[in-house]
């Protein structure tokens, strides 16, 4: 029993000391730890990636217990129904969000401005503009007045929701930016009170945030950012991939690559590597061109184009259908980019166009080529053929060719034993000769 009791004792003791030690170590690292906050940056048209990167970063700041998720934002613009999305998701985030339009020269345009609306606190660089958030159709056009009077109403709505707490100067900004495309510099969003600071950059940010009170969710929180630490948020893989494809240039060339592999796979089945190459090519440019709200009517023309280069292959024009493809494409490509929110990559369209045209060009300089080349096995093979007269064709004799005799039947007249004779066809294992000239 003593014994027993003893090592009871001994192991108490040890297990006390390590709970202390535990409290001890964790109440040091909880009255130590550094307040942090999030920071992601995102550059280009609102997609679905933008979507998740916020959803993600909140969720990622809540865990952490990070004071604020700081979105450092350049954006044309992009769907309404996105906007809506990340707009609901920043109301509904128990975690304070900052957009903060940078670096000088980058805009809230469009849907970014009411994004911009949205968040708890509101910042730009210098250089930067906010505004021209006045609902378009697909691909730049001119919405029916019905429906634009609609969506205008909605998202004049919308925009007064989100500005009120601004006051009332910023409310009529918001109505404006809808309703008459109105935008504003740093400087004059400021002045009317759109956001809440200017910054030349993050840390200055920071250092205007600091003792800043907002509202989350019915609750005051003042920010201490004097001595902050930064986590920045980098894209997933798989975002990182889609915001990659969300760009003209690459979707311009992913659609290219896939319609030229699958039209390979069409040519010469049985290898499945390029079908393979080219539907994931061409899911991928479908996913680009859908998130960059693209005109499909250029679609149209491209497909147009590759039947045009096909023809060409087929029944040889000298070239006026691989003309007619390389404009088609380059229109048709013209028409599909032509969006609100991203410039026309006249460079990428231009060197595809030329670089598909000359690759079709080359095949179908193959296939004159092999259609002028005399054949090389066959019944076809013998015809011009010389051959040496063995025994007397009148008109049917032996003629000694490639090596062997065959039996032979003259066309016309008769060659005796040693004269030259011309191949000119074959019947069976016959072979029609005339004599040589």
């Known amino acids: 029993m003593r014994q027993s009791s003893w090592r009871q004792r001994l192991l108490l003791a040890f297990y ?23 920071v992601l940056t995102f550059r280009g048209p609102v997609t679905p990636v933008l979507v998740s990167y916020l959803e993600r970063s909140i969720a990622q700041a809540q865990a952490n217990g990070s004071q604020a998720v700081i979105l450092q934002l350049d954006t044309p613009g992009g769907s309404v129904d996105l906007m809506q999305d990340i707009v609901q998701l920043l109301l509904k985030s128990d975690v304070p969000v900052v957009v903060y339009v940078s670096p000088s020269g980058a805009h809230a345009g469009s849907a970014g401005t009411l994004i911009t609306l949205a968040a708890h606190v509101a910042a730009m660089a210098p250089g930067s503009s906010i505004g021209a958030a006045s609902p378009v159709g697909e691909g730049g056009a001119e919405l029916p007045d019905t429906i634009k009077s609609k969506l205008v109403n909605i998202l004049s709505a919308d925009a007064e929701n989100l500005s009120k707490r601004r006051g009332e100067k910023a409310v009529e900004f918001a109505r404006q930016a809808v309703e008459e495309a109105r ?30 009170t907002v509202t989350v969710n019915g609750r005051e929180q003042t920010f201490q950012t004097e001595a902050v630490q930064i986590n920045k948020v980098p894209f997933g893989l798989l975002e990182d991939l889609l915001n990659a494809v969300a760009n003209p240039t690459i979707a311009a060339i992913l659609l290219t ?39 499909w009517v250029g679609l149209g023309f491209i497909i147009l184009a590759f039947a045009l280069f096909i023809l060409d292959i087929k029944a040889p024009t000298h070239g006026a259908l691989t003309l007619g493809g390389v404009t088609s494409f380059v229109v048709g490509a013209g028409i599909l980019f032509n969006t609100p929110y991203t410039a026309v990559p006249w460079p990428t369209i231009i060197t595809l166009a030329l670089c598909t045209a000359a690759f079709f060009a080359f095949a179908m300089a193959k296939v004159l080529s092999a ?34 005799l065959w039996q032979a039947e003259i066309a016309e007249g008769a060659a005796a034993a040693g004269a030259q004779v011309e191949v000119i066809g074959r019947q069976g294992m016959r072979l029609l000769v005339r004599r040589s000239a």
Do not use: H
């Open 16 to 38: 006390g000391f390590l709970v202390t030690l535990t409290i001890f170590s964790g109440g040091r690292s909880a009255y130590a730890q550094t307040p942090t906050v999030e």
């Open 183 to 212: 935008a504003a510099t740093a400087d004059e969003a400021k002045d009317l009170g759109v956001i809440d600071f200017i910054a030349r950059d993050l840390d200055d940010l920071l250092a205007q945030m600091n003792g800043f």
């Open 257 to 295: 690559l896939g319609l030229n592999a699958l039209l390979y796979e069409l040519s010469s089945p049985g290898g499945y590597a390029a079908g393979v190459v080219g539907v994931i090519a061409l899911l991928l440019a479908f996913y680009g061109l859908g998130a960059l709200e693209a005109n």
């Open 371 to 404: 259609r002028r080349r005399r054949p090389a096995t066959g019944a076809e093979a013998l015809i011009g053929s010389r051959a040496e007269v063995r025994s007397a064709l009148e008109p049917r004799g032996q003629v000694f060719f490639n090596g062997e």
